[in-house]
């Protein structure tokens, strides 16, 4: 746990600085008290989940429903549009940049982390690499390479011709990045 402090604290200043989010927890359970507690601040109702092993591992869709939110894990090609909050797993975190990526040939996590007006992003820990080359070679080594990779560097962004930036248009206005130690055992 402690040899992925300087990454994460790395991570979180980059991250930061483009406007994301970034939690730290040290077990699923306390990820879901947290993620919880930040969508009742942000007065969401709606959340689409494409289930990981972390929110399987926790539970979250579960506690979720519990704390009063309406869940949906399914048919989320029509839930996703009209959602507050899309919730996914990425596969890794690259340090140097403050960026996540996913292999997001599922469409349900493309979905949920483009489409609602917020992305909770859960990541474990061990996915935290120093250097975008690590990630790819971290990736490479895995044996097949995905067809579709996403990479998420902050909420979404743009500027017109006279530089006036905007965030939200073109995907999620706020990025929520959760880290989960412990492999995300409850």
């Known amino acids: 746990m402690s040899n992925y402090t300087n990454l994460y604290t790395n991570f979180k200043q980059k991250a930061e600085a483009i406007s994301a989010q970034v939690f730290r927890a040290s077990s699923m359970s306390e990820a ?5 507690n930040l969508l009742k601040e942000y007065n969401a109702h709606k959340v689409v989940l494409s289930h990981s092993s972390l929110s399987r591992t926790g539970k979250l869709d579960e ?7 309406q869940v949906h894990t ?7 549009p009209t959602a507050d909050v899309g919730i996914s797993q990425l596969d890794f975190a690259i340090a140097e940049t403050g960026t996540l990526a996913q ?3 599922n469409v349900d996590s ?3 982390s483009t489409l609602p007006l917020i992305h909770v992003a859960l990541v474990p820990i061990e996915a935290l690499n120093a250097t975008f080359g690590e ?7 895995g044996g097949s390479v995905p067809g579709y990779i996403n990479f998420i560097t902050g909420p979404s962004r ?3 011709i006279e530089r006036v930036l905007t965030i939200g248009v073109h ?9 989960v130690d412990q492999g995300g055992q409850a």
């Open 171 to 179: 995907g999620p206005e706020k990025l929520l990045i959760v880290f």
């Open 103 to 105: 292999d997001a040939s």
């Open 32 to 36: 879901n008290e947290l993620i919880t």
């Open 158 to 160: 743009t500027s017109d």
């Open 135 to 141: 990630a790819m070679t971290t990736l490479y080594n």
């Open 74 to 80: 399914t048919n989320l090609r029509k839930e996703a």
């Open 110 to 112: 493309r979905l949920v």
């Open 63 to 69: 506690a979720l429903v519990e704390q009063g939110f």
